[in-house]
């Protein structure tokens, strides 16, 4: 499935790929299937990963990840913008990390980019390793993951790798006529922003990718959003899931404050906050 090795440790299971185990950053790895384990100081290669499986943890920083899922063009990167600015996320685009893999003149820059002209899903591998590296150089614990993952094998891989499960799952759900007529006026120079990649885009979205949400829809983590608004009503939509339903409950309360007690200086507050 995967380039990496396991072993249990102190009842915890280790995943390493990569590089050698002695250049790893002051954490414990293991050697080879034999499970030989030797214990790691100083040092630093950040192409190593070793993380905790069955955690959400990253080289001993916990991380919350929401992965944000939805068709081409249905707007996931707008509304990540959005997030970053309300919510103190870190967004982590899978795609702009492998376009970013393109222009570094990485050895797997030419497979990467004929996978993008077709339409095709990246191998995990590859995909998985730019996320890790994104999220271990970010001193942020709280990461939106856009366009990730993208069929189950991704989906499986990543949270075998990094034991990380996402809190949630952001689903944007767009009509094919609405994404197609966004993507052909998105105007920025995509290689993919064409129609006959765009028909290939959806072709993958619908027979792999939606059964990604599916399955998380069956664990209960999906949260579905009606995409096809303006910009400004889907993220009214957006912000309902991520304010704390503590911080919502506060805020009904004081709206009722408002209403049954007449307390003027909250109510304009009180009453532009959106309830949900
Ligand atoms: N709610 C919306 N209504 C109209 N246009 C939108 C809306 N949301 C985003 N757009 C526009 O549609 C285009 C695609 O949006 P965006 O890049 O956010 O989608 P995406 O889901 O991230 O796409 P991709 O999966 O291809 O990366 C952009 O030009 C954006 O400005
Ligand atoms: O996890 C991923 C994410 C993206 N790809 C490839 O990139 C393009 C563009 O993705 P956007 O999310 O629209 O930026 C996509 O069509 C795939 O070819 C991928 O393989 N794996």
Redesign the pocket.
């Known amino acids: 499935m995967v380039n990496g090795r396991d072993c249990a440790l102190g009842g915890k299971r280790w995943w390493w790929w990569g590089g050698e185990v002695g250049a790893c950053n002051g954490v414990i790895v293991v050697s080879g299937d034999s499970g030989v384990i030797a214990t790691v100081s100083g040092g630093g290669n950040d192409d190593i990963g070793v993380m905790e499986v069955n955690g959400s943890s990253l080289n001993e920083k916990k991380v919350t990840v929401v992965f944000v899922l ?1 068709g ?7 509304q990540c913008a959005n997030i970053v600015e309300h919510f103190g996320y870190t967004h982590l ?1 899978a ?1 702009d990390l492998l376009r970013a893999e393109i222009k570094s003149g990485s050895e797997n820059g030419t497979m990467i980019q004929n996978m993008i002209k077709e339409g095709k899903i990246v191998p995990s591998e590859v995909t998985i390793k730019l996320l890790q590296r994104a999220m271990q150089e970010n001193a942020n614990d709280k990461f939106l993951i ?2 990730f993952p993208r069929n189950e094998e991704n989906r499986a891989a990543f949270e075998s790798v990094t034991g990380i499960v996402p809190e949630f799952v952001l689903f ?1 759900d767009c009509s094919e006529e609405e994404m197609e007529k ?2 052909l ?2 105007n920025q120079g995509r290689e993919d922003d064409n129609i006959a990649t765009i028909r290939k885009r959806f072709n993958v979205y619908m027979e792999s990718s939606l059964p990604v949400i599916q399955y998380y829809d069956s664990k209960g983590k999906v949260r579905k959003i009606d ?1 096809v ?3 400004e009503e ?1 993220f009214e939509a957006v912000k309902a899931v991520f304010i704390p339903s503590h911080e919502k409950s506060v805020s009904s309360t004081t709206v009722n404050m408002v209403k049954n007690k007449g307390y003027e200086g909250l109510s304009t507050a009180a009453n532009n906050w959106d309830l949900k």
């Open positions: 939805g081409p063009g249905s707007g996931k990167g707008t685009s795609g856009d366009g944007f966004r993507l006026g998105r995409a608004k303006p910009v889907v």
